[in-house]
């Protein structure tokens, strides 16, 4: 079994920052694209950044020039770094990983972390 295990949220103040980390653990034998998601109440979960194995990154165009993704294949841990948050950053954040085993690919979900952005 695999899971993947949030941290890194909490409140803070407009302007300020947060890193997210995601950290994977279990059986398994890598670990492919992985992708931050946020929700927020009412709304849809929206993709917020995605990384491949070997690095390429996506962010979703309103966090671009703030949040940076990055990740330790050796950790098999990737990192959201947030800055300059807004309030609008305020959302439950997930992260989502496609999990190579010796047989199949399988997607898996954290259980999301609480980023509250407040004065």
């Known amino acids: 079994q695999v899971q993947l295990v949030e941290s890194g949220g909490g409140l803070v103040q407009p302007g300020g920052s947060l890193r997210l980390s995601c950290a994977a653990s279990g059986n398994f034998s890598g670990i492919n694209m992985v992708r931050w998601y946020r929700q927020a109440p009412g709304n849809q979960r929206d993709l917020v950044s995605s990384?491949?194995?070997?690095?390429?990154?996506f962010y979703a165009d309103s966090v671009k020039g703030r949040f940076t993704i990055s990740r330790d294949n050796a950790k098999n841990t990737v990192y959201l770094q947030m800055n300059s948050l807004k309030p609008e950053d305020t959302a439950v954040y997930y992260c989502?990983?496609?999990?190579?085993?010796?047989?199949?690919?399988?997607?898996?979900w954290g259980q999301g972390t609480q980023v509250t952005v407040s004065a």
């Open positions: 990384i491949t194995p070997g690095g390429s990154t």
């Open positions: 989502n990983a496609d999990v190579r085993s010796s047989s199949y690919l399988r997607n898996y």
